[in-house]
């Protein structure tokens, strides 16, 4: 193990954090820089508890190394909005989405992927682009409502635009 | 004042005036704060002479809703609407009581009414100490949005400005509470004010605790159950930059004490990388012979002793059933664990006799508790002296009912003079247990000549709930915990019996979602279709059948009947499965329906839930928790459970040990009962009728009978 510095484009914040390359990007972000909404659930890409994007994709920061990140722009759900007005936000409260609460951040870090990607998704890509986030509280049906939704607030969105 | 300060009021620092508080006793009766040093006291209202109101959750928040739904009871009767207030997360503190903990679906049901009257009673004298004021008739005056009105002349007084005389009154023994017609809170959907802050990051859980100079710590312990340490060599850790320091700390789990190694550093990456390099030999202590299909032959031969009876209703020895009228079936399930989302975790830091804990667990009055079981006892700390903070709880299930990873961590807090924060692997939190025990069930039913179910045994075959916490647990005697429900529930059978043989266990086992009654139900739901299936009967008339008396199971079964259109035939390779379950939490039946696939897989179509609250606090949040509950239930009953090997542990995380995902959640549809009667809970009823219910439905399908849990849903 060494150390070295490295620099990290964070929520259009810049960071210089000394790390081990090969430390994995979720505990530079938690523990090195302290966002902690960005959340370890399993350490190997299984729960989807630790999804950030890197330039735009839906990465799990839990198997991804630093040195990937370094220099590439890197979102967290603290940086998703300004006031927690993402149209996925606004529908996981629209419709009480979260019990404990404690995959919710990487559920609207993957579902924000998604809404880019495929404005109006139907329950099976709901299906396929959500598998990958567990909940064990099984708030499942909620998170596809609240898809739903968001998909329609962003098309009224665009449509005054 | 002197005296007035002693006996009714608390001086707050943050005001020069004064302040209120309210609460309630152990009998569930409003006090004032003239009973705060009193144990039995749990103060929930602060109203102070600026106008504030703080309303206290002390049921911990894990995601069953009580930030919104223990207020909601307050405010709905003290008249203030929920964003007049502040409501906070209790932390332990003494004087808020030693009821702190959330688990058992307790939070409402045992609070539904206390808490009203905590708040009619405030509403009381405040508008008493109104009318005093103003020397009007009290019948004139009104509580409204946080202040009392006369009506006549309009003029109004908020309730800050009348804390001081209000807090000299006596309290009304029994305050008026409102009419449900009223209601502008209870009963309606409103919103969690957590919710916010899981959207955006910002919700703190335990294992988000941010401390200065805190440094981080993993925990590495024998992957045998029973093992001791023999020796350990950390010379190659401490040659790695960053790792401070690595030592013997304990961990203590029920009866259970175990030795682990822990490795402390800078960071949490660091002292997970470092520990790979720690060499450490155990001692097995024989238990590395123990295996899961070992264990389960065990569990099957025990079937054959007599066992201690639990109850016994009429005789079933003394009725004669034909052989031809007898039937027998066995039921097997798996231990599983609990796998909350957020991985065990504390920090703690220790100074001097002082011991600062922050963390989540659902127990928050047991780890600054003075009861022999609380967190003190076991790290040597007057309960004075512990503060705690406790976090957002990312998910408990029954595993943050024990306190082992907390006192571990103080053990390794012991170690450094800096705050130190533990965290758990996915696989330590997988593999390390406590775990829902297994059960066995052996079932024995006879009918009459005429066709009457007469008789009908239930003998559980399990390990001990109780052995595994109680060093003088009795092993002569039933655990209450392994047979929970099975005689209480409503059929009306004139000869029942339950008994229990008792299976020794080295393993820690602990209370998960429902416990017990997550396997219970399955054996006993199960084995009563197939008595209906004998009595060549249709399920769901052969237990309203049994159900003769007016009861709440009844009143479910009938609900469930009608909403899941039971007579509507369904087409061939479709079928219907029913189940009911009442126990300590609540009360909930289900019905699924599931299609046979040519493919020989089975697809579950829908299920429909009916659970019977007698009222509702949050219809919205009830949906959540059943819907939850099934999820959960789902996958306790189709996915593989926690097995052993050679002593250790052989699931590791979610690869081979998986948890429901999105694209497997059914079809579900929440109907609740609020028609009056006993107040019962959320959190649990839910899951499980859930089984069973399944099991039935794929009988009805295809004609096999699944008595074995997990279900195989791939090759029917």
């Known amino acids: 193990m060494f150390f070295t510095m490295i620099s990290l484009n964070i929520n259009q914040k810049l960071y210089e954090v000394d790390a081990d390359p090969e430390m994995p990007l979720l505990w530079v972000i938690r523990d090195l820089v302290g966002l902690t909404g960005t959340k370890y659930g399993c350490g190997v890409a299984q729960c989807g508890a630790c999804v950030v994007h890197l330039n735009g994709e839906a990465v799990r920061s839990c198997i991804t190394k630093v040195s990937r990140a370094s220099g590439q722009k890197i979102t967290t759900i603290e940086g998703l909005s300004k006031d927690n007005d993402h149209p996925l936000q606004l529908a996981w409260n629209e419709e009480n989405v979260p019990q404990c609460g404690y995959c919710h951040s990487g559920q609207i870090m993957s579902a924000a992927v998604l809404l880019r990607e495929n404005p109006t998704p139907t329950d099976e890509d709901i299906n396929n682009a959500m598998a990958g986030n567990i909940c064990r509280c099984g708030t499942y049906p909620r998170i596809r409502k609240a898809i739903h939704l968001a998909a329609e607030m962003q098309k009224k969105k665009g449509a005054e635009k | ?716």
């Open chain 2, 1 to 716: 004042m002197e005296e007035i300060s002693r006996r009714h009021f608390i001086r707050t620092a943050s005001t020069a005036g004064f302040a209120l508080w309210l609460g309630v006793s152990a009998k569930g009766n409003p006090l004032k704060s003239l009973d705060i040093a009193s144990a039995n006291f749990s103060p929930y209202i602060l109203i102070e002479s600026n106008g504030l109101i703080t309303i206290y959750n002390t049921k911990p928040e894990m995601g069953q809703g009580t930030l919104q739904s223990f207020p909601a009871l307050i405010a709905e009767e003290l008249e203030v609407s929920m964003d007049q207030i502040i409501i906070k997360q209790s932390n332990g503190e003494k004087a808020l009581g030693n009821g702190q903990r959330a688990g058992g679906s307790s939070s409402i049901r045992s609070n539904y009414l206390p808490m009203r009257k905590v708040g009619a009673a405030a509403r009381e004298v405040l508008i008493m100490a109104a009318s005093q004021r103003w020397t009007v008739n009290i019948a004139d005056c009104y509580a409204e949005n946080g202040r009392v009105i006369h009506r006549p002349s309009k003029k109004s007084l908020s309730y800050g400005e009348l804390i001081e005389e209000a807090s000299k009154l006596e309290l009304p023994k029994e305050p008026k509470l409102k009419d449900p017609k009223d209601f502008k809170i209870l009963g309606k959907v409103s919103r969690r004010q957590d919710i916010p802050l899981k959207t955006c990051g910002k919700a703190e859980f335990g294992i988000d605790a941010k401390v200065e100079n805190m440094l981080y710590a993993v925990v590495e312990r024998s992957p045998v159950f029973g093992g001791t340490l023999k020796s350990f060599d950390a010379t190659e850790v401490l040659k790695i930059p960053g790792i401070k320091k690595v030592d013997l700390v304990e961990r203590i789990v029920g009866i259970y004490k175990y030795t682990g190694i822990a490795i402390i550093g800078n960071s949490y990456w660091t002292v997970s990388q470092a520990r790979k390099k720690l060499k450490v030999e155990w001692d097995n202590n024989g238990h590395d012979t123990f295996n899961t299909v070992d264990y389960e032959n065990h569990l099957r031969k025990l079937a054959s002793e007599p066992g201690v009876t639990d109850k016994n209703i009429g005789n079933v020895d003394s009725v004669k059933i034909l052989p031809k009228n007898t039937f027998e079936a066995f039921y097997e399930t798996p231990i599983i664990a609990h796998h909350p989302l957020e991985p065990m975790n504390c920090t703690a830091h220790i100074v001097g006799d002082k011991l600062e804990i922050w963390t989540s667990t659902q127990v928050a009055s047991s780890i600054t508790g003075s009861a022999a079981g609380d967190l003190h006892k076991q790290v040597g700390f007057s309960p004075d002296n512990i503060k705690l903070q406790n976090k957002f709880i990312g998910g408990g299930f029954g595993r943050r009912l024990y306190i082992d990873y907390i006192v571990e961590a103080v053990n390794v807090a012991k170690l450094v003079d800096v705050p130190v924060k533990v965290i758990w692997s996915r696989e330590e939190t997988t593999q390390q247990g406590p775990f829902r025990p297994m059960t066995f069930s052996k079932l024995t039913a006879g009918f009459t000549e005429d066709g009457k179910l007469s008789t009908f045994q239930h003998k559980v075959i399990s390990p001990s709930y109780f052995e595994s916490i109680q060093p003088d647990f009795d092993k002569k005697k039933v655990d209450s915990i392994m047979v929970e429900g099975i005689a209480e529930q409503a059929y009306e059978i004139p000869n029942l019996r339950t008994t229990y043989v008792r299976a020794n266990l080295h393993i820690p086992v602990a209370a998960w979602r429902s416990v017990t009654s997550s396997t219970l139900a399955f054996a006993h739901e199960g084995f009563i279709d197939e008595l209906a299936y004998q009595a060549k009967k249709d399920p769901m008339d052969f237990r309203l059948e049994l159900l003769s008396k007016q009861s709440d199971s009844k009143k479910v079964l009938l609900k469930l009947k009608e909403v899941s259109n039971w007579d509507k035939k369904l087409p061939k390779g479709k079928g219907r499965g029913v189940a009911i379950w009442e126990f300590f939490a609540g009360l909930a039946g289900q019905v699924v329906e599931v299609t046979h696939n040519k493919d020989k897989t089975i697809t579950i179509d829908k299920v429909i839930a009916v659970i019977d609250l007698g009222e509702v606090v949050n219809p919205d949040n009830v949906n959540n928790q059943v819907e939850g509950a099934i999820i959960m239930a789902l996958g306790a009953a189709t996915k593989p459970g926690i097995t052993f090997k050679n002593g250790k542990t052989v699931e590791h995380n979610f690869y081979d040990n998986p948890l429901v995902r999105i694209n497997e959640t059914p079809k579900m549809e929440v109907h609740i009962l609020t028609d009056g009667g006993k107040v019962k809970g959320v959190g649990e009823p839910g899951l499980p009728p859930f089984a069973p219910a399944l099991a039935n439905a794929i009988f009805a399908a295809t004609g096999k009978r699944f008595r074995k849990m997990p279900f195989d849903l791939k090759t029917l």
